[in-house]
């Protein structure tokens, strides 16, 4: 097989292997959001923190999941490298460094660039 396309198949496990973690990444946010919103609501209405104890904590344990799975997807990058090493790829940079998308904000308005240096 060329290098050529060694390369470019590795570019293709990269750029699926990145779309793999960001929802893990973009749940885990997601999650924190949740039960802030939650506390905020709770707080809003002025209910005991006994009634919906359960929300926290299945909310935490799903966050606890999404951190194993991140740690898991972290293991795949690292066995990823590996294998690039393996195949004869080791020495080559398959992907810049900052190749990963800009996070998506969620609910927050972007900030505005009129602001005078």
Not at 75 to 100: C, E, F, N, S
């Amino acid at each position: 097989m060329s290098k050529e396309r060694k390369i470019s198949t590795a570019k293709a496990l990269t750029a699926q292997l990145h779309a793999t973690e960001e929802p893990i990444d973009t749940a885990l946010a997601e999650a924190a959001n949740l039960i802030e919103a939650y506390v905020t609501s709770r707080r809003a209405i002025r209910m005991s923190t006994i009634v919906g104890n359960d929300v926290h904590y299945n909310t935490l344990q799903a966050m606890v999941a999404l951190s194993t799975a991140q740690r898991h997807m972290t293991a795949a990058h690292a066995d990823l490298t590996r294998v690039q090493r393996q195949v004869g790829l080791g020495a080559v940079a398959i992907v810049m460094v900052d190749d990963k998308p800009s996070p998506k904000p969620t609910g927050v308005m972007p900030a505005h660039e009129d602001k005078v240096a």
